[in-house]
Structures are given as structure tokens and as C-alpha cells.
């Protein structure tokens, strides 16, 4: 599978932009602010109905206009098939593929598998529990529907439970059948989804040890702790339990959607005992996983997006990568780098056909190598 044309109006500083890729390596450079990112994230936008960075759609819309569309050509299985997503300011997304606009954007998730490697993952090491949650939650749901479904219905019936608290708080009332029948519910999927997390995490930590040793030649072991926020107890007894503190906080305090993972090294916390080299080998190696699991599950290499990956990593490393990604065992990539030369050399190096894209203010050329 891969991205053959991509078509931009209006999104975020593109006024308009047509251009045809290679199934290869595709590589964007230009200096900063200038739209590299964009340009992936709106590839980003095909595969998953939604922007990288911005979970707000319209503030996608470049400024000033009332609508982005992004449009994409793929070959699939050995047909051409066609995605569109089309914004408008206060009114519902729209988004279709061969023409035809889904019920729900949760059947498209997973159809055009990608991974992203970018700057910002440096939150999953920082950032709060939500980033890692995600982090896990975001492969599991591009191969299994049935999970992805659970985790709605969950967040749905969770923001109902909290409703339910709030107002049991505004009016000083209290009602357990009603509190019971969103109980049942949230145990139900709750139960569902701490069981696909960690059988997830079995299968996929040696594959991330795997990578983490190609990246930084040793024998160091990483590790992935899933830190559940109901410990020792079922998760009935532990709402029951916690139910006082729930309706003075006026929402659900435990459950899956307060579980954490901590990231190890050596047996070590990552976030507090590691170098920053070593974090950032860390996080690539993650990705690397993810790509590897997904390709395995997919049967089909997902799309690669690297952005600014070179201001992560010291030389070697970064030899080793576009080495790797030049490789059989990947697919269609798109990287950006400020740096033409250099990363044109580093891909000719590696005997890839890499296709090079210059990106000023919005505009796209093609660049033209001897
Ligand atoms: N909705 C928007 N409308 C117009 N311009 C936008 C919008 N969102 C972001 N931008 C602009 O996009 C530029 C950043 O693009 P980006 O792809 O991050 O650059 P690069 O990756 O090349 O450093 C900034 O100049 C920013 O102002
Ligand atoms: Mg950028």
C-alpha cells in the first residue's frame, strides 16, 4: 500500500498543493515554519480522520478560509483507491474513501496502517498518562475494531458516570440503581480492555527489546510496566470502594482510563534514571516496534512519517535508521529535514531512490537531482 498523489486546499498554510510521490522515500526539506510538518500531517489525516498534532479540526483550516480538503490517491492491494477529508467551519467532518462517506470514522482506522516518529513523542516520556494510554490504545485499535469499539463505548458511559456524579452533587441526591447501571458498563468494557492491553504488551516488548538493541548496539534491556490504577480488587469492589471519593470529586477515579505504563531501562524508571541519548533511543526504538508489530498483524507495511528525526539522534544513529528504513522490510517513508544534502547523500548512500521535495511558505517543488 501506498500513497501515489496528494492534494491540499486550504490546510493549515497550504492555499493549494498537488503533488505525486514515490513509493519509496520521499523527502521534504526547507527550512523551519515553512510547512514540512504539515505536509505529513495531512497524510496523517487519510489514515486516521484526524490531524497529529491538533485535535481541533477547524484550526486546520488555513487562516481566514472555511474549509481545508485533503485528498489522497493510493494503491492498494493492487487497485487505486481514493480518501477524501473535507473540513468546514461548524459543520461535521466529511470524510470518504472511493466516494463513499462511512457511518463511522472508527471503520476506517486501520485500513491505511502508518506510523509517526515525531519531536512531540518526547511526551510520552513526560507527559502525563494520557500520551502513554494513547500510545497503546492507538496500535491495538488500527487491528482489532472490537477494541476500538470497547474504548468508545467506554468513554462514552465513563463521561455519562461523571455526568451522573455531577449532578448528584448540584442537587445533593443520590441514586444507586441508576449509578449501577453505568457500573455495569464501564466494568464490562473496562474488564475487555485491561485484558487486550496487556496481552498487547506481551507480544510486543520483545519486539521492542529487538529494536532498541539494532539502535544502540547492546545488550540493555527495556521494559514496559503496566501500571493498573485498580490493584489487588475486582473492578466492582474497587468502584465501591472508592465511590465516597468518587462523588466528592464528582467523577470516576478509577479505571482504565487512569492506568499508567512505566517505561524501564535496565529495570530502571526511563524518565528518571536515563541520559537523554538514551531516551531518545528509547523512543525511536518504541516507534520502531510499533512499526514492526503492525507490519506483522497488517500483513502490509504500514506508511512511515519521520519528522526532524536528525535532531534526535547523534550521527551514527541516524546512518543506522535511514539505512534500516531503506530496507525491504519498509515500505513507503516520508522524512523532512531542514538539510537537502545531507540527507540526499545519506539515501543515496543507502542506494534507495529517494525523491526530493522542496517546501517554501506553503509552496511544494519537486528538486531535481544529478
Ligand atoms: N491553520 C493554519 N493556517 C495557516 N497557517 C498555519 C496554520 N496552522 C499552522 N500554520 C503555519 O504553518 C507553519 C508551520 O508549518 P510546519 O509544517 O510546522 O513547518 P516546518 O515543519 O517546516 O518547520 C507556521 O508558519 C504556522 O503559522
Ligand atoms: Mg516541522
Known amino acids: 500500500m501506498f500513497l501515489k498523489k496528494l492534494n491540499l486546499i486550504n490546510f493549515k498554510n497550504y492555499p493549494e498543493a498537488e503533488l505525486s510521490f514515490s513509493p519509496k522515500v520521499n523527502c521534504?526539506?526547507?527550512?523551519?515554519?515553512?510547512?514540512?510538518t504539515n505536509l505529513l500531517d495531512a497524510i496523517y489525516y487519510l489514515s486516521f480522520c484526524k490531524s497529529y498534532f491538533n485535535q481541533i479540526d477547524s484550526q486546520n483550516i488555513r487562516y481566514d478560509?472555511?474549509?481545508?480538503?485533503?485528498?489522497?490517491?493510493?494503491?492498494?492491494?493492487?487497485?487505486?483507491?481514493?480518501?477524501?477529508c473535507g473540513v468546514k467551519r461548524n459543520q461535521k467532518k466529511q470524510f470518504k474513501r472511493n466516494k463513499k462517506e462511512y457511518d463511522r470514522l472508527s471503520e476506517h482506522i486501520g485500513l491505511y496502517p502508518l506510523v509517526m516518529i515525531s519531536p512531540s513523542d518526547n511526551e510520552l516520556i513526560v507527559g502525563g498518562s494520557e500520551y502513554r494510554r494513547k500510545f497503546i490504545d492507538g496500535i491495538i485499535s488500527q487491528y482489532d475494531k472490537i477494541y476500538l469499539e470497547k474504548l468508545i463505548a467506554y468513554n462514552h458511559v465513563l463521561a455519562q458516570r461523571n455526568a451522573l456524579l455531577k449532578h448528584f452533587g448540584t442537587t445533593r441526591t443520590f441514586d444507586s440503581v441508576t449509578l449501577e447501571l453505568w457500573d455495569d458498563q464501564l466494568i464490562l468494557h473496562g474488564d475487555g480492555i485491561l485484558k487486550k492491553r496487556l496481552e498487547f504488551l506481551q507480544e510486543f516488548t520483545p519486539l521492542f527489546n529487538k529494536n532498541?538493541?539494532?539502535?544502540?548496539?547492546?545488550?540493555?534491556?527495556?521494559?514496559?510496566?503496566?501500571?493498573?490504577?485498580?490493584?489487588d480488587k475486582d473492578y466492582r469492589t474497587a468502584l465501591m470502594t472508592v465511590l465516597?471519593?468518587?462523588?466528592?470529586?464528582?467523577?470516576?477515579?478509577v479505571g482504565i482510563h487512569r492506568d499508567d505504563m512505566e517505561f524501564k531501562l535496565n529495570g530502571n524508571s526511563l524518565k528518571k534514571f536515563a541520559s537523554q541519548g538514551q531516551q531518545k533511543s528509547?523512543?525511536?526504538?518504541l516507534k520502531l516496534?510499533?512499526?514492526?508489530?503492525?507490519?506483522?498483524?497488517?500483513?502490509?507495511?504500514p506508511l512511515l512519517l519521520l519528522d526532524d528525526v536528525y535532531d534526535k539522534l547523534?550521527?551514527?544513529?541516524?546512518?543506522?535508521?535511514?539505512?534500516?528504513?531503506?530496507?525491504?522490510?519498509?515500505?513507503?517513508?516520508f522524512i523532512t529535514?531542514?538539510?537537502?544534502?545531507?540527507?540526499h547523500e545519506l539515501f543515496m548512500e543507502a542506494n534507495v531512490d529517494v525523491k526530493m521535495f522542496h517546501v517554501e511558505n506553503g509552496v511544494v517543488e519537486e528538486i531535481a537531482h544529478a
Open 28 to 36: 521534504f526539506t526547507g527550512n523551519n515554519g515553512m510547512g514540512k
Open 289 to 301: 516496534a510499533q512499526f514492526e508489530f503492525i507490519k506483522k498483524v497488517k500483513n502490509t507495511s
Open 282 to 285: 528509547y523512543l525511536l526504538a
Open 314 to 333: 547523534d550521527e551514527p544513529r541516524f546512518r543506522k535508521l535511514i539505512s534500516l528504513v531503506s530496507s525491504n522490510d519498509f515500505g513507503q517513508v
Open 337 to 343: 529535514d531542514t538539510h537537502s544534502e545531507r540527507i
Open 212 to 231: 532498541f538493541a539494532f539502535i544502540t548496539d547492546s545488550t540493555e534491556t527495556v521494559d514496559l510496566d503496566y501500571i493498573p490504577s485498580i490493584k
Open 65 to 84: 478560509q472555511g474549509f481545508f480538503m485533503v485528498q489522497g490517491v493510493y494503491e492498494r492491494n493492487g487497485e487505486t483507491e481514493e480518501l477524501h
Open 244 to 253: 465516597p471519593k468518587d462523588r466528592v470529586m464528582e467523577y470516576t477515579t
